[in-house]
């Protein structure tokens, strides 16, 4: 009875992580794509400035983790000291500014697409630098998300939705998503390497390095000189309140979100998270497409299940590994 009551605790704990992680980053992926197309006020103004969502991200992530860190983790000692992510701080100010940046430029599904792709920069780098031999499958997989990306990125978007896009440019919106996979490869290379220096480096440790870094250098980008795009960017807040409080919960939902990601990988392992977080960005697809009122051709739909066929399938090859060395430390 006891066993059994620990089971339903986990099973509980699992829907209560999944609930989480989707409800945070779905509406966080609509709010997205609201800035980045809504026009606000009487004088239907866009919020250019996407850049500065980065800024207000890592603002409230700094003091939410700084937070977590005094409440769970006992000040946090023993962790890598905070000067070590100063070069991870830059690849992950750059990325992830570029992937906003590209909304002006392609549709938040189109966005998404390109962001799951991240595989293929991974195996290339890894066949092509480091001369590693991946397994028939894992090419299965690769083909899968690269055909899908490409045959969505070159089957024509609505009309409807290019007239939402700020300056709609596809090659430029593709090319920004994919060097933001680039810097994301080598912001986690570097994190790697810290967690493996400092091995009693907690999560919260990284998200606080890592957010103060974003904060210190999207500081001096915004408002290191007198013209600025910081102050524009707080300027269209004052005169706009909508667009100051849709930015708020924008992070706010990151700040959870990543909260809940935390908890899962302690709990269930990376493999769990990276299922729950993969079928998100399906779920968050079919809700842009909903809400926005530009669905998707049956082409594009098609699309969009190739990659999620190939992200799926390598999700499971990653299971039978790890079902694989499980048993052999059993046997052992």
């Keep these: ?36 197309t809504k026009r606000f006020g009487p004088d239907k103004k866009r919020f250019e400035h996407l850049a500065f969502l980065n800024l207000a991200q890592n603002v409230v992530c700094l003091i939410w983790s700084f937070l ?21 701080g830059i690849t992950n100010t750059i990325g992830p500014a570029m992937g906003i940046e590209a909304l002006k430029y392609i549709s938040y599904p189109a966005q998404v697409l390109a962001k799951s792709s991240k595989m293929i920069p991974v ?19 690769t083909l899968l998300v690269a055909g899908g990306v490409s045959t969505f990125a070159l089957l024509k978007t609505s009309s409807k939705t290019i007239s939402k896009l700020a300056h709609p440019n596809a090659p430029l919106g593709y090319g920004l998503c994919f ?10 290379a570097t994190q790697d390497s810290i967690t493996a220096r400092y091995p009693k480096t907690s999560a919260w440790n990284i998200m606080l390095g890592m957010n103060l870094w974003g904060t210190i250098y999207n500081l001096i ?7 600025a795009i910081g102050y524009d960017a707080i300027q269209f807040c004052k005169q706009h309140p909508e667009a100051a409080w849709d930015i708020f919960l924008y992070c706010l939902c ?12 302690s709990r269930f392992g990376s493999l769990t998270n990276t299922t ?26 098609g699309s969009v299940i190739m990659v999620f066929s190939g992200l799926s399938y390598q999700i499971y090859l990653k299971w039978k590994k790890l079902r694989r060395v499980q048993k052999k430390r059993k046997s052992t």
């Design 1 to 36: 009875m006891e066993s059994h009551g620990s089971g339903l605790r986990r099973v509980f704990l699992l829907a209560f992580c999944v609930a989480g992680i989707w409800a945070a980053y779905i509406y966080q992926g609509v709010l997205q794509e609201t800035l980045s």
């Design 123 to 141: 195996m290339l780098m890894g066949a092509l630098v480091y001369g590693i031999r991946y397994t028939f499958p894992e090419y299965v997989c």
């Design 254 to 265: 990151g700040a959870v979100g990543q909260n809940f990601i935390f908890l899962t990988i």
């Design 221 to 227: 980008f915004m408002f290191g000189w007198p013209n």
């Design 179 to 188: 060097l933001n996979l680039a810097f994301d490869g080598f912001t986690n």
């Design 68 to 88: 977590m860190i005094k409440i769970w983790s006992n000040g946090g000692n023993g962790g890598a000291p905070w000067w070590s992510y100063w070069s991870a």
């Design 276 to 301: 729950i977080t993969t079928t998100r960005k399906f779920v968050s697809i079919v809700v842009s497409s909903v809400l926005s009122g530009n669905p998707l051709s049956k082409m594009q739909w």
